[in-house]
Protein backbone atom coordinates (compact mmCIF):
# COMPACT_ATOMS: atom_id res chain seq x y z
CA UNK A 1 0.00 0.00 0.00
CA UNK A 2 2.90 2.25 0.74
CA UNK A 3 5.07 1.76 -2.42
CA UNK A 4 1.41 2.80 -4.63
CA UNK A 5 1.72 5.64 -2.30
CA UNK A 6 4.64 6.65 -3.50
CA UNK A 7 4.10 5.47 -7.14
CA UNK A 8 0.69 7.72 -6.93
CA UNK A 9 2.84 10.81 -5.47
CA UNK A 10 5.57 10.67 -7.83
CA UNK A 11 3.31 10.40 -10.56
CA UNK A 12 1.27 13.27 -9.22
CA UNK A 13 4.77 15.27 -8.83
CA UNK A 14 6.00 14.45 -12.22
CA UNK A 15 2.32 14.92 -13.92
CA UNK A 16 2.20 18.50 -11.74
CA UNK A 17 6.07 19.32 -13.81
CA UNK A 18 5.12 18.24 -17.00
CA UNK A 19 1.89 20.65 -16.54
CA UNK A 20 3.93 23.71 -14.92
CA UNK A 21 6.50 23.07 -17.66
CA UNK A 22 4.64 22.87 -20.90
CA UNK A 23 2.29 26.13 -19.39
CA UNK A 24 5.86 27.81 -18.76
CA UNK A 25 7.46 26.86 -22.58
CA UNK A 26 4.16 26.99 -24.51
CA UNK A 27 3.06 30.20 -25.24
CA UNK A 28 -0.49 31.08 -24.43
CA UNK A 29 -1.00 33.33 -27.13
CA UNK A 30 0.10 31.71 -30.47
CA UNK A 31 -0.34 32.52 -34.17
CA UNK A 32 1.04 30.54 -36.92
CA UNK A 33 3.58 31.70 -39.32
CA UNK A 34 1.66 30.84 -42.27
CA UNK A 35 -0.72 32.84 -41.13
CA UNK A 36 1.36 36.05 -40.30
CA UNK A 37 3.11 35.92 -43.30
CA UNK A 38 -0.22 35.39 -45.57
CA UNK A 39 -1.63 38.73 -43.79
CA UNK A 40 1.91 40.60 -44.22
CA UNK A 41 1.19 39.81 -48.23
CA UNK A 42 -2.40 40.28 -48.13
CA UNK A 43 -1.42 44.19 -46.92
CA UNK A 44 0.98 44.46 -49.24
CA UNK A 45 -1.51 43.72 -51.70
CA UNK A 46 -4.64 45.71 -50.18
CA UNK A 47 -2.20 48.88 -50.60
CA UNK A 48 -1.61 47.77 -54.01
CA UNK A 49 -4.92 47.80 -54.76
CA UNK A 50 -5.63 51.30 -53.27
CA UNK A 51 -2.75 52.61 -54.97
CA UNK A 52 -4.36 51.66 -58.37
CA UNK A 53 -7.85 52.46 -57.60
CA UNK A 54 -6.76 56.10 -57.12
CA UNK A 55 -4.99 56.14 -60.01
CA UNK A 56 -8.27 54.85 -61.86
CA UNK A 57 -10.12 57.67 -59.81
CA UNK A 58 -7.32 59.87 -61.25
CA UNK A 59 -7.82 58.99 -64.96
CA UNK A 60 -11.42 59.64 -64.38
CA UNK A 61 -10.70 62.89 -63.61
CA UNK A 62 -8.09 63.84 -66.22
CA UNK A 63 -10.76 62.06 -68.84
CA UNK A 64 -13.54 64.83 -67.42
CA UNK A 65 -11.43 67.27 -67.77
CA UNK A 66 -10.82 66.34 -71.41
CA UNK A 67 -14.06 66.04 -72.45
CA UNK A 68 -14.85 69.59 -70.83
CA UNK A 69 -11.50 70.78 -72.88
CA UNK A 70 -13.44 69.22 -76.36
CA UNK A 71 -10.13 66.85 -76.53
CA UNK A 72 -11.96 63.37 -77.47
CA UNK A 73 -8.76 61.90 -78.39
CA UNK A 74 -6.93 62.04 -75.72
CA UNK A 75 -9.64 60.74 -73.14
CA UNK A 76 -10.49 57.99 -75.61
CA UNK A 77 -6.41 57.15 -75.42
CA UNK A 78 -6.69 57.36 -71.27
CA UNK A 79 -9.97 55.61 -71.29
CA UNK A 80 -8.40 52.60 -73.07
CA UNK A 81 -5.39 52.65 -70.54
CA UNK A 82 -7.84 52.74 -66.93
CA UNK A 83 -9.53 49.71 -68.91
CA UNK A 84 -6.06 47.54 -69.20
CA UNK A 85 -5.41 49.02 -65.47
CA UNK A 86 -8.87 47.34 -64.01
CA UNK A 87 -8.16 44.18 -65.56
CA UNK A 88 -4.91 44.46 -63.91
CA UNK A 89 -6.77 45.49 -60.41
CA UNK A 90 -8.87 42.46 -60.57
CA UNK A 91 -5.59 40.15 -61.21
CA UNK A 92 -4.47 42.30 -57.16
CA UNK A 93 -8.16 41.12 -55.77
CA UNK A 94 -7.44 37.45 -56.81
CA UNK A 95 -3.97 37.28 -55.51
CA UNK A 96 -5.40 39.08 -52.08
CA UNK A 97 -8.40 36.25 -52.29
CA UNK A 98 -5.39 33.43 -51.94
CA UNK A 99 -3.83 35.34 -49.12
CA UNK A 100 -7.25 35.51 -47.08
CA UNK A 101 -7.16 32.10 -48.20
CA UNK A 102 -4.01 31.00 -46.29
CA UNK A 103 -5.15 33.06 -43.22
CA UNK A 104 -8.20 31.17 -42.78
CA UNK A 105 -6.58 27.80 -43.07
CA UNK A 106 -4.47 28.53 -39.98
CA UNK A 107 -7.53 30.37 -37.60
CA UNK A 108 -7.94 27.31 -36.04
CA UNK A 109 -4.30 27.44 -34.63
CA UNK A 110 -4.28 30.59 -33.25
CA UNK A 111 -4.27 30.94 -29.59
CA UNK A 112 -6.21 32.19 -27.51
CA UNK A 113 -9.54 31.75 -28.64
CA UNK A 114 -10.58 35.33 -28.42
CA UNK A 115 -7.71 36.35 -30.81
CA UNK A 116 -8.83 34.04 -33.22
CA UNK A 117 -12.34 35.18 -32.90
CA UNK A 118 -11.01 38.75 -33.50
CA UNK A 119 -8.65 36.56 -36.53
CA UNK A 120 -11.64 35.58 -37.48
CA UNK A 121 -13.44 38.15 -37.82
CA UNK A 122 -10.90 40.46 -39.54
CA UNK A 123 -10.60 37.38 -42.38
CA UNK A 124 -14.68 37.58 -42.54
CA UNK A 125 -14.63 41.43 -42.97
CA UNK A 126 -11.54 41.12 -45.87
CA UNK A 127 -13.82 38.52 -47.69
CA UNK A 128 -16.45 40.29 -47.70
CA UNK A 129 -14.40 43.58 -48.96
CA UNK A 130 -12.94 41.13 -52.00
CA UNK A 131 -16.45 40.93 -53.18
CA UNK A 132 -17.30 44.29 -52.73
CA UNK A 133 -14.00 45.51 -54.58
CA UNK A 134 -14.67 43.09 -58.08
CA UNK A 135 -17.89 44.62 -58.04
CA UNK A 136 -16.19 48.49 -57.67
CA UNK A 137 -13.97 47.33 -60.46
CA UNK A 138 -16.80 45.53 -62.60
CA UNK A 139 -18.63 49.38 -62.08
CA UNK A 140 -15.84 51.32 -63.57
CA UNK A 141 -14.93 49.09 -65.76
CA UNK A 142 -18.38 49.28 -67.41
CA UNK A 143 -18.16 53.46 -66.78
CA UNK A 144 -14.86 53.59 -68.61
CA UNK A 145 -16.69 50.90 -71.58
CA UNK A 146 -19.48 53.86 -71.51
CA UNK A 147 -16.82 56.78 -71.78
CA UNK A 148 -15.18 55.43 -74.62
CA UNK A 149 -18.18 54.64 -76.52
CA UNK A 150 -18.91 58.24 -75.80
CA UNK A 151 -15.40 59.51 -77.31
CA UNK A 152 -15.36 56.96 -79.89
CA UNK A 153 -18.67 57.84 -81.11
CA UNK A 154 -19.27 61.72 -80.08
CA UNK A 155 -23.59 61.47 -81.00
CA UNK A 156 -24.18 58.70 -78.92
CA UNK A 157 -25.35 59.35 -76.20
CA UNK A 158 -25.06 57.81 -72.49
CA UNK A 159 -28.96 58.18 -71.52
CA UNK A 160 -27.71 58.75 -67.62
CA UNK A 161 -25.38 55.64 -67.65
CA UNK A 162 -22.52 57.30 -66.40
CA UNK A 163 -24.11 58.91 -63.43
CA UNK A 164 -25.83 55.92 -62.69
CA UNK A 165 -22.46 53.98 -62.99
CA UNK A 166 -20.65 56.76 -60.91
CA UNK A 167 -23.46 56.91 -58.06
CA UNK A 168 -22.78 52.56 -57.84
CA UNK A 169 -19.06 52.99 -58.38
CA UNK A 170 -19.32 55.34 -55.02
CA UNK A 171 -21.41 52.83 -53.28
CA UNK A 172 -19.01 50.05 -53.76
CA UNK A 173 -16.33 52.12 -52.60
CA UNK A 174 -18.25 53.34 -49.05
CA UNK A 175 -18.38 49.65 -48.07
CA UNK A 176 -15.08 48.61 -49.39
CA UNK A 177 -13.80 51.48 -46.71
CA UNK A 178 -17.25 50.10 -43.95
CA UNK A 179 -15.01 46.81 -44.25
CA UNK A 180 -11.32 47.32 -44.54
CA UNK A 181 -12.20 49.91 -41.54
CA UNK A 182 -13.68 46.76 -39.32
CA UNK A 183 -10.75 44.25 -40.83
CA UNK A 184 -8.46 47.02 -39.31
CA UNK A 185 -10.13 47.25 -35.96
CA UNK A 186 -9.94 43.87 -35.51
CA UNK A 187 -6.40 42.92 -36.67
CA UNK A 188 -5.53 45.83 -34.15
CA UNK A 189 -7.35 44.21 -31.26
CA UNK A 190 -5.85 41.07 -32.35
CA UNK A 191 -2.13 42.41 -31.71
CA UNK A 192 -2.84 43.31 -28.20
CA UNK A 193 -2.69 39.34 -27.50
CA UNK A 194 0.71 38.68 -29.34
Do not use: C
Amino acid sequence: MARSLKILITGSIVGVGVYVAAYLIVPSSFAPPEFLKARIEGAELAKTIVDSSDKLLGYLDQIAKYDTEGNTQAAFILTGQALAKIHDAQGEAIKLSSRLEAMARNLSDIKPAQARILATEAVSSEVTLVSHLIQYNDYLKQLFEVLRGKFENPSSHSNGRVKELVNKVNEEARAINDFNRRFNQSLAEFDKFF
